[in-house]
């Protein structure tokens, strides 16, 4: 008769010891904007926004969600992801994630893949690689970047990104520089090249971007950069 409550009990304390162990680690709430120089029509406006859990010193989970508006296509995408987290240390941070984008017109993607992260005084290196499959077509996807922060929090940061699909490819390089103008707000301005190839064609074409993000929690916000197959593009 009394193994029932005993059962309940022990389940509750264990989860009530589980949840007092999670803890908001950092987190971060951005705006983004980029378009091509030749036709600024083929823009991206973007809106993200992340969240990290910390399970204890060496696990943890960040939550993104994001939202893309592309001006000339009139497509829109709303991503969901997530990201299991393992810190060797507190420079270096090894994850896996996944990630739901859905667009305005049906079509939806899984995206999934591995990330790695480290900082060396003042720098700091991220990469990722992914699969995506897509409710027509998959691909491949790959990205890596790298950051130095000056004495005056001034950072320069330069990526590059890179997507397969559908017998098509992407690549982005890109610039940035961006500057702490309160303890937790960040703005930049980033300047970059987009490369597209399909069909035996191909073009180059420069861009421009700029945005913000407003930090809290651990200095960086959440460990990682949020993915999604259409936050590569600067414009559409």
Request: net charge negative.
């Amino acid at each position: 008769m009394k193994i029932l409550p005993l059962a309940v009990f022990g389940a509750t304390s264990l989860w009530m010891q589980a949840a007092h162990a999670v803890e908001v680690t950092g987190g971060s709430i951005g705006l983004s904007y980029s378009a091509f120089t030749e036709d600024t029509s083929v823009s991206r406006v973007g809106i993200d926004g992340s969240v990290e859990l910390g399970f204890n010193r060496n696990i943890s989970a960040q939550v993104d969600l994001g939202y893309s508006d592309f001006n000339i296509t009139g497509l829109n995408t709303t991503t969901l992801g997530l990201h299991g987290i393992y810190h060797v240390n507190d420079a270096t941070s090894f994850g896996a994630f996944y990630a739901n984008e859905n667009a305005n017109g049906g079509g939806d993607a899984d995206i999934y893949g591995i990330e790695a992260g480290h900082e060396a005084g003042q720098f700091e290196f991220e990469g990722y690689l992914a699969r995506v499959d897509g409710a027509t077509s998959d691909g491949d996807m790959l990205g890596v970047m790298a950051r130095y922060e000056f004495a005056t929090a001034l950072g320069v940061t330069g990526s590059y990104d890179y997507v397969d699909a559908a017998g098509s490819d992407f690549s982005k390089l890109a610039v940035k520089l961006d500057r702490d103008v309160a303890p937790n707000v960040n703005l930049y301005v980033e300047l970059g090249t987009a490369k597209a190839s399909s069909g035996g064609l191909s073009g180059t074409e420069p861009f421009v971007g700029l945005g913000g993000k407003f930090v809290f929690g651990a200095e960086r916000g959440a460990t990682f950069e949020q993915r999604g197959f259409t936050r590569v593009f600067p414009g559409l």
